[in-house]
C-alpha cells in the first residue's frame, strides 16, 4: 500500500511562487514515476507534470511549461512540484500520484493540497 502526503499549499498573490513537496511510503519509490495533478473547481482533473524513476524524463503541460520545475529526491521519497509565477488560473487542489513501472496508469493518490492565487 502506498501513501502519498502532500503539503505546501496555501495562498499566493499572482505572480508568487510556492513549492509542494509529496512524501511517498509504503513501497519502493525509486520504482514509480512521480506525477501532480490538478482539479479546479467544476474542470477535470489536469495532469501538470511528471517525473520518470531514476530522474530519466520529465514531462510538463502546456500550462506549466516554463513557469513549474517538478523534481524528486530518491533519498528521501519525495517528489517537488516548484511553481512560480503563478496566475490565477493556477488556483485548484493539487495531487500527488505515482504510478508502478510497467502501468499505464497512475494507481496511487494523495490527499490533495489547495493552491489558492488571488490577491
Known amino acids: 500500500q502506498v501513501q502519498l502526503v502532500e503539503s505546501g499549499g496555501g495562498l499566493v498573490q499572482p505572480g508568487g511562487s510556492l513549492r509542494l513537496s509529496c512524501v511517498f511510503s509504503?513501497?519502493?519509490?525509486?520504482?514509480?514515476?512521480m506525477g501532480w495533478f490538478r482539479q479546479a473547481p467544476g474542470k477535470e482533473r489536469e495532469i501538470v507534470a511528471a517525473?520518470?524513476?531514476?530522474?530519466?524524463?520529465?514531462y510538463y503541460a502546456d500550462s506549466a511549461k516554463g513557469r513549474f520545475t517538478i523534481s524528486r529526491d530518491d533519498a528521501r521519497n519525495t517528489v517537488y512540484l516548484q511553481m512560480y509565477s503563478l496566475k490565477p488560473d493556477d488556483t485548484a487542489v493539487y495531487y500527488c500520484?505515482?504510478?508502478?513501472?510497467?502501468?499505464?496508469?497512475?494507481?496511487?493518490w494523495g490527499q490533495g493540497t489547495q493552491v489558492t492565487v488571488s490577491s
Open positions: 509504503g513501497r519502493t519509490f525509486i520504482q514509480y514515476t
Open positions: 517525473i520518470a524513476r531514476g530522474r530519466t524524463s520529465t
Open positions: 500520484a505515482a504510478k508502478p513501472v510497467g502501468n499505464s496508469a497512475y494507481d496511487w
